[in-house]
């Protein structure tokens, strides 16, 4: 009878324990379920640090306010998209505090500014998770870690936020600019880049094409084009100042763009009865040259040094409310 009642006693116990346990573990597991789908979920364009300012993407239905601090890693990733740049958190800082300083310049106190008035490349979340794939999360982190340490500071020249150009690439130093803290600054390792040097050939009637695309009312040889094409001048980086066409200068930047070429550092020749457009670098070669701020951030400089090289003369400075 005792042994019954024992029997008993421990079946009882044994469910009272098993009910406790599940009304425990079922709620608890279905909140971490929830919590999991939750943040798989969860949109990968929320900073770390919220700045209550925003850049506008895209325009009518599709537009899309994204806060300035979510913007700057994918305005990071915009311009380089090796790894190597990835593993340089000095470098990282550094181009965030660039790309904040712009996005500030351009906002002059207003709440929100339009990306095409930023005009800098960028990558959404979405097209970097499809790049990244499963290395999106890891990588993504980084990006959002450099913005959220860099924030919120911003470059200034005499107390006034600054307009800092940068370029992926240049033709072994920087351009000596209109601004004082635009100077030629000494980039050996850029022309080592295996992207340095980017070959255009085209034919005659291709090149007269694009050419009047930007001044319609140009006259020029159909099959001898570069019988009248001259590049004027250049400066002391190698990069094109003047360039003309039967004596009516044609702007610098608008050829580039219109030639699908990479840089205003360039020389056209003939080639096999084409024309062939040879350019050196990556962008305008005016500031901060990505690629040798990596290297630097790879020898041990840190931010505030690497920005100092590229804007002499002006301060790193906190935005203030």
């Given amino acids: 009878m005792r042994s019954y009642k024992k029997l008993h006693f421990l079946k009882t116990l044994f469910l009272f324990l098993l009910v406790f346990s599940l009304c425990i573990l079922i709620p608890a597991g279905i909140t971490l379920i929830m919590h999991s789908h939750s943040d798989g979920n969860k949109d990968p364009g929320q900073p770390l640090v919220s700045s209550g300012k925003y850049v506008i993407l895209g325009e009518g239905d599709s537009e899309k306010r994204m806060d300035a601090e979510a913007f700057i890693p994918c305005a ?19 181009f ?11 906002l002059n106190g207003s709440d929100s500014v339009s ?5 800098i490349p960028y990558l959404t979340p979405e097209q970097l998770q499809k790049t990244w794939k499963k290395n999106f999360s890891k990588n993504y982190a980084l990006l959002q870690q450099a913005a959220k340490d860099s924030f919120p500071s911003v470059l200034t020249y005499e ?15 920087t351009r000596a600019g209109s601004m004082p803290y ?11 880049h295996p992207d340095f040097v980017k070959t255009t050939v085209c034919a005659p009637e291709v090149f007269v094409k694009k050419i009047k695309e930007l001044l319609p009312e140009l006259s020029i040889p159909e099959t001898t084009p570069l019988e ?14 003047c360039l003309q066409i039967g004596g009516t200068e044609i702007p610098v930047d608008d050829f580039v763009k219109t030639m699908e070429i990479s840089s205003p550092c360039f020389d056209v020749d003939e080639y096999q009865k084409g024309i062939r457009i040879l350019s050196k670098g990556k962008g305008c070669g005016f500031g901060m040259s ?6 630097l951030a790879s020898n041990g400089k840190n931010a505030s040094e690497i920005l100092a090289l590229f804007y002499p003369g002006c301060q790193i400075s906190l935005l203030s409310n």
């Fill in 290 to 295: 990505l690629y040798s701020a990596c290297k």
């Fill in 182 to 192: 635009e100077t030629a600054v000494a980039c050996p390792e850029d022309p080592s």
């Fill in 228 to 241: 009248s094409f001259q590049i004027v001048s250049k400066d002391d980086a190698g990069y094109v100042t």
């Fill in 159 to 173: 107390e006034a936020l600054i307009f800092p150009r940068f370029h992926l690439l240049n033709n072994g130093s």
């Fill in 96 to 106: 965030s505090i660039v790309l904040r300083t712009i996005i500030y310049q351009r």
């Fill in 115 to 119: 990306v095409k008035e930023l005009r």
């Fill in 76 to 94: 990071v990733m915009g311009s380089v998209k090796d790894s190597e740049y990835l593993n340089q958190p000095e470098f990282l800082k550094a």
